[in-house]
Antibody, heavy 119, light 112 residues
Framework: EVQLVESGGGLVQPGRSMKLSCAAS????????MAWVRQAPTKGLEWVAT????????YYRDSVKGRFTISRDNAKSTLYLQMNSLRSEDTATYYC????????????WGQGTLVTVSS | DIVMTQGALPNPVPSGESASITCQSS???????????LNWYLQRPGQSHQFLIY???TRASGVSDRFSGSGSGTDFTLKISSVEAEDVGVYYC?????????FGSGTKLEIK
């Protein structure tokens, strides 16, 4: 069974940093691209970043480019999101997703971890 | 960016009736390979998102045949025939044609 378990969320002050992790299991992690999708309170879904299966390619939405870094450790089957210079508008639940290249879709999602940026 | 616009449902929908959710994209999602990169997901209350439909009309593995997707390059519909209590939640369409990947604002389904 595919499982994606996010961790690392919490309350952080504006301008500070936070690193999210996503532990993957139930599939060969190194075969799949991965992504982060977020959802602000009472809002819809917003794609944040994607990383290729081997980490050689990354893509970001404009609003996080230069502040967020997506990375992965295939030996540990873990996905990361390093978030720097956090802003109040980054407050959201962050979901780890598996990108399935054949379907061109996010076939599996974690339960999410809440990040609150506030002083 | 490709803007995805979803329609609302006349909630609550009586159990056993059908429900159709519309989604419109600001750009055709038809790829040169003939596939239309439009997906549908369901966010049930308190649960992880479920992948429902890909390539506009193909059901993901394990998805009930009560769910069907249709459309053109820019106008799409997710139809749920004979809605059940387990169908309650928020449905999202998403384009996977180009970055930035974008979602619709979501359509809530309530059952009577």
């Amino acid at each position: 069974e595919v499982q994606l378990v996010e961790s690392g969320g919490g309350l952080v002050q504006p301008g500070r940093s936070m690193k999210l992790s996503c532990a993957a299991s139930g599939f060969t992690f190194s075969n799949y691209g991965m992504a982060w999708v977020r959802q602000a309170p009472t809002k819809g879904l917003e794609w944040v970043a994607t990383i290729s299966y081997d980490g050689s390619s990354t893509y970001y939405r404009d609003s996080v480019k230069g502040r967020f870094t997506i990375s992965r450790d295939n030996a540990k089957s873990t996905l990361y999101l390093q978030m720097n210079s956090l802003r109040s508008e980054d407050t959201a639940t962050y979901y780890c997703t598996r990108r399935d290249g054949y379907y061109h879709a996010f076939a599996y999602w974690g339960q999410g971890t809440l990040v609150t940026v506030s002083s | 960016d490709i803007v995805m616009t979803q329609g609302a449902l006349p909630n609550p929908v009586p159990s056993g009736e059908s429900a159709s959710i519309t989604c419109q994209s600001s750009k055709s999602l038809l790829h040169s390979n003939g596939k239309t990169y439009l997906n549908w997901y369901l966010q049930r209350p308190g649960q992880s998102h479920q992948f429902l439909i890909y390539w506009m009309s193909t059901r993901a593995s394990g998805v009930s045949d009560r769910f069907s997707g249709s459309g053109s390059g820019t106008d799409f519909t997710l139809k749920i025939s004979s809605v059940e209590a387990e169908d309650v939640g928020v449905y999202y369409c998403q384009q996977f044609l180009e970055y930035p990947l974008t979602f619709g604002s979501g359509t809530k389904l309530e059952i009577k």
